[in-house]
């Protein structure tokens, strides 16, 4: 019989699961659907630090009472030349995105939040990445894999977007959706282990 899940993800982002698998976190996912609109003058950090917040909220808000286990959920936006750059809407819209990131560097930030009780935390990533220049028939190739349309500045950094990293400072998990030193560190506040007292 499998483990109880300590904690509730706020996200069905199949990459936050695939990072929370390998921390050995035991987890159920939850919906939680926001708008999720900028607001004006807010800065690309505190939009992703909000956004971040109100899924975790929209999660607890689906859970009974009774039910104590903490509800962690993220958000992750791609900052280019000042613009936040989310999730493009068509192959048009990821393609002007691409554009913008050939041959440049970006700022990647990732804000997670975790509720639990009347508690409520947020750790902040921010990453570097550059890409080398990309050319327009990659782009058409690459929109045709499928991977750009459901991720932050229309690539992923864990598959076939890698081809375009010429450089990465800060965090990989980060980039990919889900800092786990950040992520660590909220769950450890909120007591739960996350490295096996003893080998199994």
């Known amino acids: 019989m499998a483990a109880e899940h300590q904690i509730y993800l706020a996200s069905?982002?199949?990459?936050?699961?695939?990072?929370?698998?390998?921390?050995?976190?035991?987890?159920?996912?939850?919906?939680?659907?926001?708008?999720?609109?900028?607001?004006?003058?807010?800065?690309?950090?505190?939009?992703?630090?909000?956004?971040?917040?109100?899924?975790?909220?929209?999660?607890?808000?689906?859970?009974?009472?009774?039910?104590?286990?903490?509800?962690?959920?993220?958000?992750?936006?791609?900052?280019?030349?000042?613009?936040?750059?989310?999730k493009p809407r068509d192959r048009e819209d990821a393609a002007r995105m691409l554009r913008l990131l050939s041959g440049q560097t970006h700022r990647v930030l990732t804000a997670v939040a975790l509720i639990a009780g009347?508690?409520?935390?947020?750790?902040?990533?921010?990453?570097?990445?550059?890409?080398?220049?990309?050319?327009?028939?990659?782009?058409?190739?690459?929109?045709?894999?499928?991977?750009?349309?459901?991720k932050a500045g229309g690539y992923g950094i864990q598959g076939h977007g890698a081809l375009f990293v010429a450089a990465l400072e800060g965090s990989y998990s980060g980039v990919m959706g889900l800092p786990l030193f950040e992520t660590g560190r909220l769950l450890e506040q909120a007591g739960i282990e996350l490295l096996p007292a003893q080998a199994v």
């Open 118 to 150: 009347a508690r409520e935390w947020v750790e902040m990533s921010e990453s570097r990445v550059t890409f080398r220049p990309i050319r327009e028939e990659e782009i058409r190739r690459y929109w045709r894999t499928g991977e750009p349309l459901d």
């Open 12 to 86: 069905r982002s199949p990459r936050r699961g695939e990072l929370l698998t390998q921390v050995g976190v035991r987890f159920a996912v939850i919906a939680a659907d926001i708008d999720e609109t900028p607001r004006p003058e807010e800065s690309p950090t505190e939009y992703v630090r909000r956004i971040a917040l109100e899924k975790g909220r929209a999660g607890r808000s689906v859970l009974p009472e009774r039910d104590g286990r903490p509800v962690l959920a993220a958000d992750t936006a791609v900052v280019s030349e000042g613009h936040l750059l989310g």
